[in-house]
C-alpha cells in the first residue's frame, strides 16, 4: 500500500523540490494553490488518484480535460509540468504524477495558511483516461444537499465529509455561469446585499467568465467559508446547500466556530480523497511526462 517514505531513497529530494516549485508558483500567484488543490479532488473522484486528470486527448482515448466540470475551469497543468521536469531531471522515471498532484495539494494548502497532512504515496499513474466517468462523477454546483451527499456516498465518504471537503471552497475563485441562477432566481436562500454584490460582477446575461471569490478571505485557507454560509453568503448553490436545510447545519455551524476542528477533520479527509482507488505494484506506470501515456 502507500507509504509516507515511499521516495526516502528513491528520490530523497521529491518532497523538497515540490515544496518549493509550490511556494513559487503561489508566491506569483496565490489562486494557484486553490487551483491545485481542484486539480487532485478532480483527479481523485474520477476513477481514483491516477493523474488521469491530466492526459491529454488521444486517438485512443477522449480525456478528461475537456469534460465540463473541467473544461476552461482547471488550472494548474503547467505547475505539475514544470515539478515534474525538475523531478524527472534529479530521479528519472521514479516520482509519478499522481503522486505530485497529492503532494502539490496539501503544499498549497499549507502556504496559503491551512493545516498539514499526511500525504502517503506510492500511487502510480493510469494509461487511460475517460471522460465519461469525469462527467458523471465530478458534482455540479446546482446539485441538492441529497444529491451531494450521494455523489460523495459513492466514493464512500459520509455526509460529514462531504461537509469538510467543501470547506475547500475557502479559497479560490468562481466563474459567474457557476453561480448566475442563484443571483436571479428568488427561491434562493442568500443575503440581499451579497447577491447585489455578486450581481455587480455577474450580470443576468453575458459576462459568464468574470470571477468572484469562493469565500471572503479567498486568498487565506481558513474557516471563513463556513462563518459565510452561516450568513447565506454561500457563493455556489451547492454551498449554500449545506446550511439551511437543517441536517448539515450542525456540521457547519461547529466549523464556523472552530477552525481548528476544521482542520483536522479536513486534513482527515483529504489523506482519506488521496486513497481513492490509487495504481500500486505493478498497475499502471511512472509516466515521463504527465501529459503523455509512456510511450506515445
Ligand atoms: C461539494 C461538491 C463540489 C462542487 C459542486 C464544486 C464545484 C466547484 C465549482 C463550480 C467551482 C468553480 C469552477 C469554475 O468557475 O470554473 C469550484 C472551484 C473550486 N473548487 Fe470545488 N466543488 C466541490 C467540491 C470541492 C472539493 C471537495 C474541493 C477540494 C477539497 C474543491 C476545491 C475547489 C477549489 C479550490 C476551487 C477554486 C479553484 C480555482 O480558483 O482555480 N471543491 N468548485
Ligand atoms: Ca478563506
Known sequence: QLSTNFYSSSCPSALSIIQGAISSAISSEPRMGASL??????????????ASVLLDDTSNF??????????????????????KTQLEKQCP?????????????????????GTRWNVPLGRRDATTASFDAA??????????????????????FTAQEMVVLSGG?????????????????????????????????????????????????AGTFDNTYFKN?????????????????????SIVNSYSLDSGKFFTDFGKAMTKMGNLSPLTGSNGEIRTNCRKINGS
Not at 481523485?44 to 488518484?49: A, E, P, Q, T
Not at 466540470?69 to 515539478?83: A, F, H, K, M, T
Open 229 to 249: 454560509l452561516v450568513g447565506k453568503k454561500g457563493v455556489l448553490h451547492s454551498d449554500q446547500q449545506l446550511f439551511g436545510n437543517g441536517s448539515t447545519d
Open 93 to 113: 522515471g521514479v516520482v509519478s504524477c499522481a503522486d505530485i498532484l497529492a503532494v502539490a495539494a496539501r503544499d498549497s494548502v499549507v502556504a496559503l495558511g
Open 62 to 83: 477522449k480525456g478528461e480535460k475537456t469534460a465540463g466540470p473541467n473544461s476552461n475551469s482547471l488550472r494548474g497543468y503547467e505547475v505539475i509540468d514544470s515539478i
Open 37 to 50: 488543490l481542484r486539480l487532485h479532488f478532480h483527479d481523485c473522484f474520477v476513477n481514483g488518484c491516477d
Open 169 to 217: 471552497h475557502t479559497i479560490g475563485q468562481a466563474r459567474c455561469l457557476t453561480f448566475r441562477t442563484r443571483l436571479y432566481d428568488n427561491t434562493e436562500s442568500i443575503d440581499s446585499a451579497f447577491a447585489s454584490s455578486l450581481k455587480q460582477n455577474c450580470p443576468s446575461s453575458g459576462g459568464d467568465d468574470n470571477l468572484s471569490p469562493l469565500d471572503e478571505s
Open 135 to 156: 462527467e458523471s462523477n465530478l458534482p455540479s454546483p446546482f446539485l441538492d444537499l441529497a444529491a451531494l451527499i450521494s455523489a460523495f456516498s459513492n466514493k464512500g
